[in-house]
């Protein structure tokens, strides 16, 4: 019946633009924001694990209760920054301009982008907001005046957050993304190695398939298999490559790819699951 529910809420979703939101539980847990670790660490778990679901924020505000103590995540546009720690996250195309305020309670400053439809990734625990709590628990200077009308509400306090940028939009302006932590969503068009492979870029005039290394241990991939990526855009330089990862590549497939990456850029993965985020 999991399943069945799922399939279904991802049916639906997937014909919803711009800013469709998925949520999953515990098991689709975005990396922390960090750079990617330089030693074989364990595999991210995937969606579809029992006491996995795929919804909306709609199903968030109508359905509290039953979400009040998950972990979830979303992957929406930001739609008002309240303070240096909260913004506000909506789904217009499922339920108007109800909003789900998002408290940073990561320990780190998050820039959040300043591009319209630029989508950001949140990991956090629902609950209804009660500012004297928050407060409590992470002494984040919140003003009163400006938290009224969510008290009570449902919001997300999040563990972790990334930027959520398609695979073209890397390939096409890679250098507003170096160095960062991002989540990515795409088709996986070919496989290269047996850690390494590329995403489909087929929506963006001028984009390119991204180039994606996955230097610790994880489930196989599939060509045409749909898969949510995190980790860290670097530029492909070999050497820079081979000293920070165990590769494992042999000398044709060094050649290639240095023929048809260097400078480009590159996804280090820390995480590849399968995708419950929708198009």
């Known amino acids: 019946m999991v399943n069945n529910r799922l399939n279904n809420y991802t049916q639906k979703l997937s014909n919803a633009k711009g ?3 998925a949520l999953a539980l515990a098991a689709m847990l975005l990396p922390g924001c960090t750079t990617p670790q330089r030693q074989a660490t364990a595999p991210v778990p995937v969606p579809g694990t029992p006491g996995s679901v795929a919804t909306t924020t709609e199903n968030v505000v109508d359905n509290t209760a039953q979400l009040l103590g998950k972990t979830v995540t979303i992957r929406s ?8 720690s909260t913004f506000t996250v909506s789904d217009q195309e499922f339920f108007g301009s109800e909003p789900i305020l998002v408290v940073n309670a990561t ?3 998050f820039v959040l982008p300043a591009e319209s439809g630029q989508e ?4 956090g625990t629902v609950r209804n907001f009660v500012l004297a709590d928050i407060e409590r628990e992470y002494k984040l200077g919140l003003e009163q005046n400006l938290y009224a009308e969510y008290e009570s509400k449902p919001a997300i306090v999040a563990q972790s957050m990334a930027l959520a940028p398609t695979p073209g939009e890397l390939t096409s302006n890679p250098q507003k993304y170096y160095g960062k932590t991002l989540a990515v969503s795409g088709e996986v068009e070919s496989l290269r190695s ?8 087929d929506k963006l005039i001028g984009g390119q398939d991204l180039l994606v290394i996955h230097t610790v241990p994880q ?4 060509e045409g298999e749909k898969v949510a990526v995190t980790g860290e855009l670097r530029s ?3 050497a820079d490559l081979e000293r920070d990862y165990d590769l494992q590549w ?3 497939l060094k050649q290639k790819l240095e023929a048809e990456y260097t400078n480009k850029p590159v996804l280090v993965a820390t995480g590849v699951y399968p995708s419950a985020i929708p198009d």
């Open 120 to 123: 950001v990734q949140v990991t």
């Open 219 to 222: 489930p196989s991939v599939r």
């Open 19 to 21: 800013g469709a939101i």
């Open 236 to 238: 492909f330089v070999l």
């Open 194 to 201: 047996p850690n390494s492979f590329t995403l489909d870029e």
């Open 250 to 252: 042999d000398l044709t």
């Open 107 to 109: 320990g780190k400053p």
């Open 77 to 84: 546009e930001p739609v008002k920054k309240l303070g240096p």
